[in-house]
């Protein structure tokens, strides 16, 4: 606030030093203004204070006021005229008076005024009107004190008679009569100071403030706050031409004169206040989000036009490949991506010489070499034509100097954690002002904010790319095809809690041509839950590969999670198919029904069965069912966070996943994607998904001969002359020398190695030709090095060498060992 014009004194007038007299015409008084903080501080000390009290604003801020303002003095008078103490006699000390040191140790919660003398220098004594005004509200602020030169206000109006009512009132609590001669010539000239306000507006104001004696400061349309009144304020057209005499003392960088230094330092103030508005605009505009293409955008439009025409990005590889925090410092030999590129020229005109997504190297000479590798702003007034080859010899055969020279340039780096992720380059055209100290320091202070938000990013995007990783590493990869059965699947990671989740899917084969379907959800989030689901994963694996039951499956998981602690649960549905039977056997623990699309008429049902308790319970039984299944039949299972969504019943899902399911698709993944569109963009979800559908395609009974072998070495024979026969009645001759080979081999080991029931071979024409052999002996068989004398050891080298795949597996009643060959197209 400044209330203070530059006037002469009138001849003979006694006042302290800058003193200035007060406008009789309009009432304009001179005030000083001294703000008081709660802790007795001065935190303002305006102009008018300076050459009332005659001492400059930096020696009074932060000091006590009651060392600047002396509190002993005279009380106010009670308004009389001259006789009253106020007006005439004065004691011997100085000060302000006890009413204003009331109000400074807070005891008073109203306003106050007095009137005193005070000494500013040893020869002058300045004759002060005072008021004090407590302040109320959130900030540190206590008190506002006003004060005037009430000694030069008399001798100005001694002998004006409008003037004359000023004097008398323009100390509150002396005089509150509203005989104002000039109160209606006031009324009228206060439109001219304040254009806003009426002349009827005007009038009440004034006979406001000649009755109530306190100053009224603002004024508003919709509300009248009693604050500071705007007097003395120097004309318009005089502030603005001082303002731009120190303005360009200061864009020149020349010493500005004494009588410019205020407009200065409140240019200077107001420069300082737009850097840091526009610091903060540029906080709140970046850093939306955690996605690293997004704010590297942001960050460069966040700065283009205000601050700089042109605004290019350059970030190491590692940060823009989302890996590790880059090490060392950066050398020649450092490859930096331009990733961004925000300018006001016309389109296109930089997209050919610089397009973005190019990687370079720069030299130690430039100075973009020097910004990366001292971590500090590079300013270049002016880009010379020198300095202009310099750059355009990196950009090979493009010529990018008419794009840089001329134009001044300030380079940024962008760091977190004291090491250089990128840096900024900015341009301004020529007709702009050069970038300056202050814009270095504004562009330091930006590239700063912008380096902890992308590194805020990168470490996001890393920490994603990771728990991509591992959760793709925990997902099986499900053949497309198996033994009478197509599959397809999906997974969705989580939204809101986290991208690493507990949700699985899996596919084992077992003996029989028959496929085991698992889909479990580990509840929670994170790696506790990835991990966990990991073990039980595992261990699902394992016991399908010794064809448990599912109940007894489940049962066994159970006792699993329990041994392996408390802290998670999970839901498990397990079914095995059986192509040859036609029948799924489903079991379920605590998991939500899968879905039965009908092939016959295309109609979805939920399979009915027992729900069960979560795994990790414990002490609670499992029950299976068995249900009949045509070929063309689809399965479909998944994890709750495919139909469950915050506030809505979980009915709604499951009814809209049997519509969408039911919906015709020309394939498996289709028909996974159908589904996916219509639950899995629902608003809300914020779960990880796994979804598992499978085409239960069967296996026709004359896809499928079994015998029964005796425990006799001679039955090997007949053994190969039956898979001889039969796959010449398949059609399949080709296949006849290898099959009988690896037949031989297997029936004999388990004729030799079975205890008392027969041996039994099957052979499966499916998707591939699959061979099985059961017998009752539960010890697995392994490969074996055979030396140049072992009579052994050389069967199942042979069955490896010859077969597609194969392998055995436990059974309840011992062992079944497969092994697979290849169709010929036509057949698959």
Known sequence: MDHGTERDAPPGHRAGPDTVPADPVTGRVPLAVVVVDRDGLVSHWSRGARRLFALPKEAAIGRPALDLLPVSGVLPGDGTGDDDPAYGSYPDHDGLGPGLESSLDGRLSYPSAGRARLTVRADARVDVLWWAYPLVGPGPERLLVLAADADGLRRDYADDS?????????????????????????????????P???????????????????????????????VTPDWGVPRRAERRARRERAARALAAGEPVPEE????????????????????NEVSGAIGTSLDLAQTIVEVSRAVVPRFTDVAGTYLREQVVAGEGFPDGVPDTTTMWHRVALEHTDEPGRWDDVVPVGEAMPFPAHTPFFQCMTSGEPVLVPRVTEEMGHAVASQFEKRDIRPLITGRSMLLVPLKARNVVLGFMILLRHPERPVFNDMDRVTGAELAARAGLVLDNARMYTHQENVAETLQDSMLPHIPARMAGCDIATRYLPGTLLGRVGGDWFDSVKLPGARTALVVGDVMGHGLGSAAMMGQLRTAVQTMAGLDLPPARLLRNLDDLA??????????????????VAG?????????????????????????????????????????SVRVPVSPGDRLV?????????????????LAT???????????????????????????????????????????????????????????????????????????????????????????????????????????????????EVDDDDHDLPALRSAGPEDETGRGLRVVSTLARAWGASRTGAGKTVWCELTLPARYR
Request: overall charge negative; hydrophobic content about 45%; proline content about 6%.
């Open 260 to 279: 410019l230094r205020d407009e200065a330092e409140d240019l200077e103030y107001a420069a300082v206040r737009e850097r840091l508005e526009f610091l």
């Open 657 to 771: 996943l049997c519509e969408s399911a039911a919906h015709p698709a020309a394939s498996m993944d289709d028909a996974c994607d159908t589904i996916i569109r219509a639950l899995g963009t629902r608003g809300g979800r914020k779960d990880d998904v796994a979804l598992l559908m499978a085409r239960l395609n069967g296996i026709e009974p004359d896809a499928v001969a079994e015998w029964r072998i005796a425990r006799d070495p001679a039955e090997v024979g007949r053994a190969r002359a039956a898979v001889r026969e039969q796959l010449h009645d398949w059609g399949l001759p080709k296949l006849a020398g290898p099959a009988e080979l690896m037949v031989s081999e297997l029936v004999t080991n388990a004729v030799r190695h079975s205890h008392a029931r027969p041996v039994e071979l099957r052979l499966v024409r499916a998707d591939t030709l699959l061979c």
């Open 162 to 194: 409008a003037g004359a009512g000023v004097v008398e009132r323009i100390a509150p609590g002396f005089a509150l009569h509203t005989d104002f001669p000039g109160a209606d010539e006031l009324a009228r000239r206060l439109p001219e100071i304040l």
């Open 637 to 653: 299972m998944c994890t709750d966070g495919l139909v469950e969504v915050r506030g809505e019943d979980i009915g709604v899902g």
């Open 583 to 623: 029948e799924l056997h489903l079991a379920n623990a605590g998991h939500i029904p899968p879905v039965l699309v009908r092939a016959e008429d295309g109609a979805s049902e939920l399979i009915d069965l027992p729900t069960g308790a979560p795994i990790g319970v414990g002490e609670v039984p499992f029950e």
């Open 196 to 226: 806003s306000m009426s002349v009827g507006e005007s009038a009440r104001i004034v006979a406001q403030v000649l009755e109530l004696g306190y100053p009224v400061l603002e004024f508003s349309q919709n509300d009248r706050v009693p």
């Open 562 to 579: 329990q041994r392996l602690g408390d802290t998670h649960l999970a839901t498990c549905l397990y079914a095995v198919y059986d192509p």
